[in-house]
């Protein structure tokens, strides 16, 4: 009889236990179900915290169990087992591209969790306690403590990140980027590999810069950009001081745009004064050793010197036109070029312009002279809107070389163009990590020609995120069969295309965008690009650089509309013979 009081009075004293505490989880369940926390790593967060509080009430109806079981083994009648399973019916947060939270909800969860933290690691030792006085496994009671334990570490960690942030960020309104990644970078999608590097950097390891430029370029993580942001933002203005200079942190997606500006122009003048000494070194060898095969290391450096030079001849201040903004560079191989006319992090409107066959370093001043056009003429008709437009030479476009035959290289395959596309996602993840909150600013991307397949891989990596709005012209195909597969209202899709135009007319790369099928909406190009084809979009006060200039602001029902011609004439530039002669078969 004094056994099976014993085990009924355990069961009482558990059953209390367990009726106190069960809970104690809900409440931050509740909250992360009302949207305290969105994006970023919020996902992972809800799915570990939901393990923990299923393994809670687990734990407690095990240990229930094992007692009641106990005080039927003494002779006693079976107690009824209470239900400890509760739900939580606030609207889970659906898939979206927000990412953010609500700094006062946030603070709830932390203390939230600070209380159960401590609750439960005394029930968890009581709960041990009582099961081992009786022989039975303590492991219930364990459990409770390693649920104790990361309920209480992570209320500290959330609780300092916020804290931060919170001195970071005037105010409460925290930008996305920083609030989702910073905020929890610890709970973001796969965040170790990122987040070691960028421990890394801080301490100034050139080599970890690196690897994160090799992720980057990748593409796949639509995260890294946002976070890069959100660890800048952590460090110290000394620390920012020291890094400025360190080789390739200007090329970071994320970085602000000036930060990227300061530190790539102190690399191009790095990079000019470390090829004049090695070029002084070459001179001197070839004219003692007179050996011809030193000549390539020498015609080597003295080309990678010229472009040094030309990056900063077009960097020069343009009357009429905001500074120009370094965003990246690199002057080996085919080269790279980003530059910004107007700060992309504070305007209304960025516009990011995507060149095709044969852009490249060496090409640039026509590339770049095509953004200050679509700078001028988009800002002729802004109103007070901020416009920024921007030069992506961020991949190797195809060029009319040998390496047309090569499927990695040619325009006829679009190996190149998924490759950039990825290149250019990353970089849209930057702009987007680094512009200062605005719930009307824009993004618009025009791609040119091969670029715009480069555009639509881009697109289909980040589908509605890439940009409000597509601008093609002279486009072969952007690698789908319809306009809503790159992530926008057909709407938003735009096409301009010369009659003339051989290009254009290929439709290669998945269905004609100039075809009615397609579902983009036509924009008029007027006489004079039908007269000149495939590079002449941008001519100056041409019907369709003012076109372009007006769906960069949103005006779509403002378009130049001229008089339909009765001829036009089929003419084709002699520079473009090389488009037709690769013409491949679809």
Known sequence: MADHTAALGAYGRAAALAAEHHTHLDTAMRLMRSHAWVGGGAPAFTAALARHRAGLQSSLTVALTTLAHLVVRQGGPAPALPALTTSVTTMSATPGTFQGIDPLAMSALTSALEHAGQALSAAGTRLAAELSAHGLPAEPGHTLGRIADWSTTHSADLRRRLTRIQQTVPGTSLPAGLAAHDLFAAHATDPAAAQALLARVAGGDGDAVTRLLDLQDRGE????????????????????????????????????????????????AGQKAALKRRLDAAAAELDRLDDPTLFGGWERLANQLRRIEN?????????????????????????????????????????????????????????????????????????????????????????????????????AFERAAAKGGAALAAFADGLRAAHVPSGTARAVVVGHSYGSLTTGHAAV??????????????????????????????????????????????????????????????????????????????????????????????????????????????????????????????
């Open 221 to 268: 993580d639509p995260g890294l950009a946002a976070r890069v942001h959100a660890w800048w933002h952590t460090l110290t203005q000394g620390s920012r001081e020291q890094l400025i200079r360190l080789p390739g942190l200007g090329l970071l997606n994320g970085l602000p745009a000036s930060v990227r500006d300061r530190s790539n122009r102190l690399g191009l």
């Open 311 to 411: 990056i900063e001849r077009e960097l020069q201040p343009v009357p009429g036109h905001p500074p120009p903004l370094l965003l990246a560079f690199d002057v080996n191989g085919q080269g790279r070029l980003i530059v910004s006319w107007g700060d992309p992090d504070t305007a209304d409107t960025t516009v990011t312009s995507v060149s095709g066959l044969t852009s490249g370093l060496d090409a640039a001043p026509g590339d770049l002279q095509r953004s200050r056009a679509l700078w001028q003429q988009a800002t002729k008709t802004s109103g007070k809107q901020v416009v920024a437009s921007i030069t992506w030479l961020g991949y190797d476009a195809p060029q009319i070389d040998p390496g047309l035959l090569d499927p990695d290289k040619s325009v």
């Open 461 to 586: 990596l980040r589908p509605g995120r890439l940009a409000d709005e597509f601008i093609f012209v002279g486009s072969p195909g952007v690698g789908v069969d319809h306009a809503s597969q790159l992530g926008v209202r057909p709407h938003n899709v735009w096409v301009g295309e010369a009659g003339n135009d051989p290009v254009a007319a290929l439709g290669r790369f998945g269905a004609d965008p100039g075809n009615s099928s397609f579902g983009a909406k036509h924009f008029p190009v007027g006489r004079d690009v039908y007269t000149s084809a495939h590079s002449s979009y941008w001519n100056q006060d041409s019907v369709s650089l003012r076109n372009m200039g007006r769906i960069i602001n949103g005006q779509r029902d403002e378009l130049d509309h001229p008089a339909p011609l009765n001829e036009r004439p089929q003419l084709l530039m002699p520079e473009l013979a090389p488009d037709l002669a690769f013409k491949p078969n679809r």
